[in-house]
């Protein structure tokens, strides 16, 4: 299975940039990359996924490295609300039912300061 | 909006009880997941449905079955609790072919 490597803790001053890594060097050429963030008390929740060329929504944007062994997830100004666990996933091999098998590892915490 | 809902916020039970999970979901999603979460070892995936009354093991099924006699509804079944079993369990659900999985808000079970 491929894994993710995410640095346990970040910070960040509100209103500021912040850029979240991953590292995912044994990605294989189908696997998409997903985050999903978690607030405290709450289920995840769908941030952004990509394949191979970046991507932005509402919410975030997602750089994908041109060989795409790690990618950063950017969220442009941060707010207290954004303090959360985020979660590097890849969308790994299939069961053999068909279904897409996701891998969370443990995230990062991002800690925003007022 | 997706809604996923799961039955209890907050559970206790006693060693040896079974338990049972709910989990419903208004989307009329194909897939449901079963995953528990606890400190330092992320989400692990217990169970998956790809479809009524079918279901595939995931990482960690032991100690664990499951029931989807509907599709919007999704159990999770603690044949005789343990206190190794205390966790948080979430559910959650996706449609089929897309990446986007929507949780539901947990349900944090205290085994005694």
């Known amino acids: 299975d491929a894994k993710t490597t995410q640095p346990n803790s970040m910070e960040s001053n509100e209103e500021e940039p912040v850029h979240l890594p991953c590292n995912h060097s044994t990605i294989s050429g189908t696997d998409y990359i997903h985050w999903y963030r978690q607030l405290p008390s709450q289920g995840p929740e769908y941030v952004i996924h990509g394949l191979t060329s970046n991507v932005n929504n509402r919410m975030a944007s997602l750089a994908i490295a041109e060989d795409r062994k790690s990618s950063t997830l950017i969220l442009h100004r941060a707010t207290l609300r954004d303090a959360a666990v985020y979660y590097c996933i890849l969308r790994d091999a299939r069961y053999t039912s068909g279904t897409y098998k996701y891998i969370f590892g443990t995230g990062t915490r991002l800690k925003v300061l007022a | 909006d997706v809604k996923v809902t799961q039955s209890s916020r907050y559970l206790v039970k006693r060693t040896g009880e079974k338990v049972f999970l709910e989990c419903v979901q208004d989307m009329d999603h194909e897939n449901m997941f079963w995953y528990r979460q606890d400190p330092g070892l992320g989400l692990r995936l217990i169970y998956f449905?790809?479809?009524?009354?079918?279901?595939e093991k995931g990482d960690i099924p032991e100690g664990y079955s499951v029931s989807r006699e509907k599709k919007e509804r999704f159990s999770l079944i603690l044949e005789s609790a343990s206190t190794n079993q205390t966790s948080m369990y979430l559910c959650?659900?996706?449609?089929?072919?897309?990446?986007?999985?929507?949780f539901g808000p947990g349900t944090r079970l205290t085994v005694t």
């Open positions: 959650a659900s996706r449609p089929l072919g897309t990446g986007e999985q929507y």
């Open positions: 449905s790809y479809d009524v009354k079918m279901k």
